[in-house]
């Protein structure tokens, strides 16, 4: 981080920021409804007057915004339609946190184990989680749990997802294979507060970023990477919240600048990129992907005929629909391509659960693949 970082002293708490920020929307929103009719998730009726008043502090939530606030999936679809600038999302999530206590199991079996300050039974699932995590993944037993003890210019960031072995063992490959000298930081104890941010945990999200931040000053790297994109978000916003001089990027971008140390080579026919909501078709994580598919594979365009191409993580299986639209879009990509390669690791893991015939893939396993396909070559 080139010694530049320094810490704001007035660190506004999310509570209070979201709080001030709602009462602000509601006074600028003319109840236009655009939000909602983009919305893709599962809602009883009501009007925009109710959401408007549930959100508010002091106001009681009915029970019929309450389900629809645990079925948001905090995709941001209802941002860019509003003529007011208004982030609805945002103001589902404050009902979330108005809610937080009445949360589905769904939610809370998600958080069980995630967090930095965890006590009772949560804190003793999370010890015996990490242990048979590491006994079982050795030469990953490492970077689980740890603060990185060497200065690197590189930080690769799993958080969470250190235990998504496949993805992390294929990432350090790559890393090693163009040479790149990195730290890994990596488990549930440095989540990046997405998950609790998502859920309206606000205060275990503020925990969770400040813990991060300290661990992340500890190796002063110029650039982090990571292959989620709530960590990305994340990370994103601890680097404002703290002015923090780093670059993120997600590890396709990394690799694409080290594009010359792999074989230029179609391994793959048609593939499309998956259009997640934190790393929409323009965004340079996507293009990035879109450039990996292309190198490697017949780039063809994502299915725009679907209300959501979502994975719809984030409601933690409250929607009952959730496994309807998964199917839809899942359909609709079969009719363009036999595989989808996600770059978000989140939307890789959700969606290659959906039984159907498409091959879901992370977008990382083409630069292996191609490796892979010239080791093969040369042992020829
Ligand atoms: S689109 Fe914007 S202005 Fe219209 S109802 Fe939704 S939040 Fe209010
Ligand atoms: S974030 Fe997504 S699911 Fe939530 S209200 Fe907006 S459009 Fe609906």
Redesign the pocket.
Known sequence: MNGQTKKNKELTPTKTFLQEKVSE?IE?????????EVCPVTKDTFT?NELNLASQEGHIVPSKIKEFAFHCVQCGK?VP????D?R?DH?VRYIKYKIRGKKPWGYKRYLFVKGPKLTGMRRITQQLFIRLKKLTNKDLACFMETTPGKKADVLFYPGCYIYSTKTVRQTLRLLNHIGCSYNVLGGTTTCCGAPHLLQGEFDQADDCTELLYQKIKTCDPQIILTACAECFEAIEQMKKKYTMDVEVLSVAQYLLRYQDKFPAKKIRGKITVHDSCRFPTQSPQAVAAQEVASRFGELVTSPMDQPSSCCYQWNHDSDPDNVLRQANYLAAVKKKAPTLACNCLTCYEELKKTYTDVEVIDILQLFEEALDASETIEEE
């Open positions: 929307y600028h929103c003319i109840e236009c409804n655009r939000c909602m925009i209802c339609v509003c003529p007011k208004i609805r103001m």
